[in-house]
């Protein structure tokens, strides 16, 4: 047996080779050495800390499987505000970026930019002290952010030691590389598990993981691309990416620098046209003035930094042919054709599905089965088709026609005279039944993270589940006998089904789907029944009233309410729940409050920064009112990215003005606009 000096001196060798294998391997992209040797050089390590404790050190490399399960996520504050960049999309903006710049510097300064890949993963803030990686956390809503230590630990790419004293923050992305996630998926789909969407999906839901243990399983990589102790390090930028690639941190390594604007364009250009050879994602390039003590004077508005811009890419698109046509049904009844192509790559990824949404866009577009398409992926999971070439028609191509029939039961369909839609009208249709329980599950909802597609597919195929309130008479006997899934597994389902029962009657009204009203209205609506047994004993009358009571219900949806509640079939399955103890009373609403959104009505739409129900809280908590829809009153809409053409339409109909989150924070700060 080795002396403890011995032990000491080969744990150190290891430690040192190891650390520089996982340079290689996930920084570099380069391995030296084959998994097998690798594994040889673990095993050793770690049988030798069994022998030796005193050795198994918090930076060692056997430390980075992960810790136990915890309860939950808990928030913590930034050191420094992790702010949103402001986009442009065209060079005329860019333009008008660069005038902003040369405005806000003293005349004469000499400008240098940073060119930079804008990577599409999930952000995070990275903490070392003394050399040691000392915490982490995502970005949350700017100022605090949900803490993630232990799973970043797990993360081989993001270094445990670096050769820095002192307080060193660093800002990052979690990415998974487009091969990676191949690999995981085709795992998942083996063993019968719903795959990723896309990298972005994966890395972010797998960094807030609640066990440590389950993130190192993912092929997780951390990419850093700034310093908040930057100017410590370097004058500009650019130097402090290299200063901390030098330390051995993980950076993309693709800056470049500018002084001109043809120079600036070339190199976003050289960016858009490598981003499909990038190993991760990359939806645009990041400008950046380079000095320090520019952006210093430049500043930042309540929103962005005033001295970097995104330049976002246009939509990514690629020609295929349409091999055929098939219908989905969603949870509504609705049926949605959707096109089976032939596989292409697209962004990144092999696409062979697109989206047609309904049988207008078809007859517009004059779609065939057939037919030589182009189609386009702008930040959604599932493509679009775009557009028909015509001119390449053999003659062959057959017009397509939405069914008669339900393809999931067999019922006739229909289509309302007000709709686009064809649905299917049968409630009990298993397509039908399954989109409404995974509605019912969704975060937003009740909250029941163990309902996936794969089991929500085996438990309505099954027989064990016919609605949503059959899901809490589920056994553990019962779920433990399907295929894949083990006693413990079948425990978990189970308790998360037990634990939804407690959440708020506003919850309920959101996760049973009632046509018009998303999660505003639910909660007023809560509000005004109190309790689920409280508004099953209304009358059809009294029901009218109460809801028509409500402000911002106009006709529509007072009707849709009351037709809701009073359809045989969704009071049966009120009664139901209600029976099983599902749903909590609504607290009831505080005072209003007065603020500088008193008198202020706001709808908000679109892809935000933070989370929808935050940006309510702020609105509620100035004085505001919020709505689900574009009412006749409402004094603004509050438009993120990919905003509805409908919404946007509704506004110009009422007269409501559309404004941006940053137009918002000015409000909420009781600045004009």
């Known amino acids: 047996m080795a002396t403890p000096k011995e032990a000491s001196k080969r744990h150190g060798e290891l430690v040192r080779e190891i650390r520089a294998h996982d340079y290689r391997y996930y920084v570099l992209d380069d391995p030296t050495v084959t998994d097998a040797a690798y594994d040889a050089l673990y095993a050793e390590l770690r049988e030798l800390e069994r022998a030796h404790p005193e050795l198994a050190t918090e930076d060692s490399p056997t430390r980075r499987v992960g810790g136990g399960p915890r309860t939950d996520l808990k928030t913590v504050p930034h050191v420094e505000r992790m702010m949103s960049l402001d986009n442009t999309y065209d060079e005329g903006e860019l333009d008008e970026f660069l005038r902003r710049v040369g405005d806000g510097l003293p005349d004469g300064a000499a400008v240098s930019y940073c060119v930079e890949p804008k990577l599409d993963g999930a952000s995070i803030e990275v903490l070392y002290r003394n050399g040691r990686l000392a915490g982490g956390a995502t970005r949350g809503d700017g100022v605090s952010g949900e803490e993630v230590t232990e799973n970043l630990r797990t993360i081989r790419s993001l270094p445990l030691v670096i050769p820095h004293e002192g307080p060193l923050t660093l800002r990052g992305e979690v990415v998974i590389y487009r091969r990676d996630l191949e690999r995981i998926n085709l795992e998942r789909v083996q063993m019968g598990e719903p795959p990723f969407a896309n990298p972005r999906n994966a890395a972010a839901g797998s960094v807030r993981m609640i066990d440590p243990r389950e993130v190192a399983k993912r092929p997780l990589r951390v990419i850093v691309y700034g310093a908040v102790e930057g100017p410590s390090i370097a004058k500009t930028h ?201 509605h019912f599950s969704r975060r937003y909802a009740m909250d029941i993270d163990q309902l996936g597609e794969v089991l929500v597919d085996q438990l309505v195929d099954g027989g064990l589940v016919k609605d949503v309130a059959d899901l809490y008479d589920l056994r553990v006997e019962q779920l433990s006998e399907l295929e894949r899934m083990g006693e413990k597994s079948a425990e978990n389902v189970v308790a998360g089904i037990r634990a939804s029962r407690e959440r708020t009657l506003d919850r309920l009204l959101t996760g049973v789907g009632i046509e018009h009203v998303g999660q505003v209205a639910a909660r007023q609506l809560a509000e005004a029944g109190g309790s689920l047994p409280r508004m099953l004993e209304w009358s059809e009358a009294e029901a009218r009233e109460h809801v028509a009571g409500i402000a911002g219900f106009g006709p529509k949806m007072v009707e849709s309410v009351v037709s809701f509640l009073f359809d045989p079939v969704q009071r049966a399955l009120l009664e139901e729940l209600a029976k099983r103890g599902v749903s909590r009373p609504q607290p009831m609403p505080e005072a209003a409050r007065e603020g500088p959104l008193t008198g202020f009505s706001f709808c908000v739409t679109g892809v935000l920064s933070r989370k929808r129900e935050d940006v309510h809280a702020a609105i509620r908590a100035a004085g505001g009112s919020v709505n689900d829809s574009v009412k006749k009153g409402t004094t603004y809409l509050v438009a993120g990215e990919k905003v509805g053409k409908s919404k946007l339409d509704q506004a110009k109909k009422h007269g409501t003005k559309v404004i941006d989150e940053r137009a918002l924070e000015r409000l909420l700060g009781n600045e004009p606009l």
Request: overall charge neutral; proline content about 6%; some cysteine.
């Open 238 to 438: 650019s130097e402090t990416l290299e200063k901390l690639a030098e330390w051995g941190l993980p950076t993309h390594g693709k800056h470049r620098n500018c002084r001109t604007r043809e120079e600036l364009r070339a190199a976003i250009a050289e960016i858009d046209r490598s981003r499909d050879v990038y190993p991760y994602e990359t939806d645009g390039a990041v400008v950046k003035v380079d000095s320090y003590q520019q952006q210093h004077i430049l500043g930042e508005t309540a929103k962005f930094p005033r001295w970097a811009i995104a330049y976002k890419f246009s939509a990514e698109q690629a020609k295929t042919r349409l091999r055929n046509i098939v219908v989905q049904v969603g949870r509504t009844g609705a049926l949605t054709p959707v096109a089976i192509v032939d596989p292409v790559q697209l962004a990144g990824t092999t696409v062979s599905r697109a989206s047609l949404h309904n049988t207008d866009i078809i007859a517009e577009l004059d779609v065939r089965i057939g037919d030589l398409v182009t189609i386009q992926k702008a930040g959604e999971i599932i493509p679009q088709i775009v557009g028909v070439h015509p001119e390449a028609r053999s003659g062959d191509e057959v017009p397509f026609q939405m069914p008669r029939e339900c393809p999931v039961c067999g019922t006739r369909v229909e289509r309302r005279e007000d709709e686009v839609a064809v649905r299917c009208p049968n409630r009990r249709c298993p397509a039908i039944v399954k989109g409404s329980i995974i």
